[in-house]
């Protein structure tokens, strides 16, 4: 163990509490860098154009955290979507199950309500999972938001996610959105695509993001 680490771990209890007395200059003296898990790293980035899809291979990070940034549709009322896959991208239909709950509030402020959603979940599906609700495709309508996933290359367990999205509806609501849920799959994960439920993404950006 080294001076430094010696000198940090001094300054806890046996429980994790922070030992007031040792924090003064003299015990943090020799301490340059303090690094360790949960460092987050840029992996890649992919810029939509007109694009059927957009693809990423995953590796061993334990996390990968996923930035949408002004996703546009070029289809009114659509659903932007990720899948999975096992097999290296041949085939993206992982079984999953998710919960979906989402908030909205109107230009002219109408709605304002907080709500879960059963028919857009996931019960042991296949299927593509949304990640928002009803996305316009006005000229100034896009969506951003983030996506977690969790441990993709184990090969013991399930691999869960989580994902908050916020768009512009395509009837001029406010859409935040909350989702989760896992792979039911012991096997690696390989690689994520993202889609609209219809038509191309015409513009936006998603950047890729691994954490140790």
Not at 121 to 133: G, H, V
Request: proline share 1%; aromatic share 12%; net charge negative.
């Amino acid at each position: 163990m080294g001076i430094a680490t010696r000198k940090i771990a001094n300054a806890f209890s046996t429980s994790g509490i922070i030992q007031s007395a040792n924090i003064n200059n003299a015990s943090l003296d020799n301490i340059t860098t303090i690094a360790g898990a949960g460092d987050m790293v840029f992996v890649s980035s992919a810029t939509a154009s007109s694009s059927a899809s957009i693809e990423f291979s995953l590796g061993s990070y334990k996390e990968y955290k996923f930035f949408f940034v002004n996703m546009h549709p070029q289809t009114d009322d659509v659903y932007f979507q990720f899948n999975l896959s096992t097999d290296n991208g041949s085939n993206y239909n992982v079984t999953k199950t998710s919960t979906y709950f989402m908030a909205y509030l109107g230009e002219n402020d109408a709605g304002a309500v907080l709500t879960y959603d059963n028919t857009l979940d996931l019960a042991q599906s296949t299927s593509n999972q949304n990640l928002l609700y009803s996305l316009g495709a006005d000229a100034d309508q896009n969506a951003s938001g983030t996506l977690q996933l969790f441990n993709p290359s184990s090969t013991t367990y399930i691999k869960h996610w989580i994902a908050n999205t916020n768009n512009a509806h395509y009837n001029n609501f406010s859409f935040n959105t909350y989702i989760a849920g896992y792979a039911n799959t012991t096997s690696a994960l390989t690689n994520i695509k993202f889609q609209m439920s219809s038509g191309n993404i015409d513009a936006g950006k998603i950047l890729m993001f691994g954490v140790n």
